[in-house]
């Protein structure tokens, strides 16, 4: 993903455009239609389903675009085992304190073009997983034409960067368990989420993996954000990342439709891979949940 520091701030916009593709390369989408009822086996007409096969349901019930789902939106991606968020730790997180989010939302807002991104379809709250194994929180706003990612401070109320990804430009959405490589001495996620890729198979370079500041990987990882794992938000749409998955796909088959007919998004269900070999750093960094802002008894960082 190629990223542009603003010339009159610090906000990173990365997109990619037709006309001037990110860091001189040129990245070709693909497209996904699904403009017919379901086929047998549950699977979507115009979706290319690969991978050692999964146990993910795809008939489970579906939800409207917002805040709160009508129906249940129990998680189709695993969660981590054991996790139970009370609300006075949830409280702990300031984009969870009355309306921070929605009022971060509205600032994320003013960055938006009407001819890129057209209108907003979801907005979430979403853990963001980098290439060295770190978690931090995102703002995710997912529209007709992109989807916008953004870090946003919420204790200065700030936005600090962000990132643009148009949809048509998405290649491959992977569900399923995160994992580490065979000699990895990370201990298991034992949890999943969702990776969305525009490399067309083309792995990053050994200066991209082993720059803990490389912005221009092309793909970005998400999770749950850690307030889903508290009884009270198991149904609330903003921090599933399951929601954003479904949504995300839906979003991608009417933007490719229009930018690229005839053409296939392939979705891959089982494990997706986290090169990370023995990072102690990331494991005190997540554990710390240092990549969120929070009220840590008294210090706010």
């Known amino acids: 993903m190629a990223d542009g520091t603003h010339s009159q701030s610090n906000f990173v916009d990365e997109h990619l455009d037709d006309d001037k593709p990110p860091g001189g390369k040129e990245f070709k989408g693909a497209t996904l239609q699904i403009d017919a009822p379901s086929t047998q086996n549950g699977e979507e007409p115009g979706v290319g389903y690969a991978g050692p096969g999964s146990n993910f349901n795809r008939n489970r019930p579906g939800s409207v675009i917002g805040r709160q789902s009508v129906r249940s939106t ?53 853990t963001e997983i980098d290439h060295w194994n770190n978690e931090r929180e995102k703002i995710v706003l997912l529209t007709e034409g992109s989807i916008l990612v953004f870090k946003y401070n919420f204790i200065l109320n700030k936005l600090e960067e962000w990132r643009r990804l148009l ?40 200066a991209q993996k082993w720059n803990p500041f490389c912005t221009t990987l092309p793909y970005m990882t998400f999770s749950h954000h850690p307030v889903l794992y508290n009884p009270k938000e198991n149904e609330t749409v903003t921090y599933n990342v399951d929601e954003f998955y479904e949504h995300l796909v839906q979003a991608v088959s009417e933007c490719y439709k229009k930018k690229r007919p005839g053409e296939k998004v392939t979705i891959l269900e089982g494990p997706i891979l986290i090169e990370s070999y023995a990072s102690l750093s990331s494991l005190i960094y997540n554990q710390s949940g240092l990549g969120f802002f929070m009220d840590r008894n008294g210090i706010c960082f």
């Open 74 to 126: 129990s998680s189709r991606t695993s969660m981590r085992p054991g996790v139970i968020k009370t609300e006075r730790m949830s409280d702990q997180y300031f984009s969870y304190k009355e309306s921070n989010f929605d009022k971060a939302v509205d600032i994320c807002k003013e960055v938006m073009k009407e001819d890129l991104d057209g209108k907003i379809l979801g907005k979430y709250l979403l």
């Open 167 to 206: 949809l048509h430009m998405v290649d491959h959405i992977a569900i399923g368990d995160f994992k580490y490589p065979d000699k990895s001495l990370m201990p298991d996620r034992e949890h999943g989420g969702i990776q969305i890729r525009w490399n067309k198979n083309e792995e990053p370079g050994w």
